[in-house]
């Protein structure tokens, strides 16, 4: 039988308890935190076969992000200079912005997708995303792929 290989990309509230706490037991083990399984897992309160069950398919998006393309996609109001805004902000992280494409502004909102290349200079993508997110009239943020 197959195995299912789909991916997404899903917020932080969306994700089950368990799940988070599979993630935060990896980072024990992998900072030294924790030397073992057994007291990964105690510690952050699953069991070792929840542990197991899901070590493999769950990972923050952040890790290993260097050097790779994240693709999102903005909806916003149209507003004189904040597509300027939203340039400077990745700017200000050092990312490479590799392609936008912009629509006409219908009702008053814009689409937007960009394609932004993490640097390995580039700050917490994480943060960066969450930093547009925040801006005056940006109404919406979505990840569409990570290569």
């Known amino acids: 039988m197959a195995e299912n290989r789909e991916y997404y990309i899903v917020k932080e509230k969306a994700v089950s308890e368990v799940l988070l706490k599979v993630v935060e037991a990896k980072r024990l083990l992998e900072t030294g935190a924790a030397q073992t399984v057994q007291e990964a897992t105690e510690e952050v309160g699953i069991s070792r076969s929840s542990f197991y069950k ?4 769950i990972f923050p998006f952040h890790e290993n992000n260097k050097g790779k393309t994240v693709t ?6 149209d507003r004189p200079g904040l597509l300027s805004t939203v340039l400077k902000v990745i700017a200000d992280y050092h990312a490479n912005v590799l392609s936008i494409h912009q629509s ?5 909102i814009g689409s937007l997708t960009i394609s932004v290349e993490i640097l ?3 700050g917490d993508s994480m ?3 969450s930093d547009i997110e925040a801006l005056q009239d940006v109404l919406y943020l979505k ?3 990570r290569e």
């Open 104 to 108: 006409i502004p219908i009702n008053g």
């Open 72 to 77: 999102f996609l903005l909806q916003m109001k």
């Open 143 to 145: 990840i569409l792929g």
């Open 120 to 122: 390995p200079i580039t």
């Open 54 to 57: 899901y070590k493999d398919d």
């Open 127 to 129: 943060s960066l995303m």
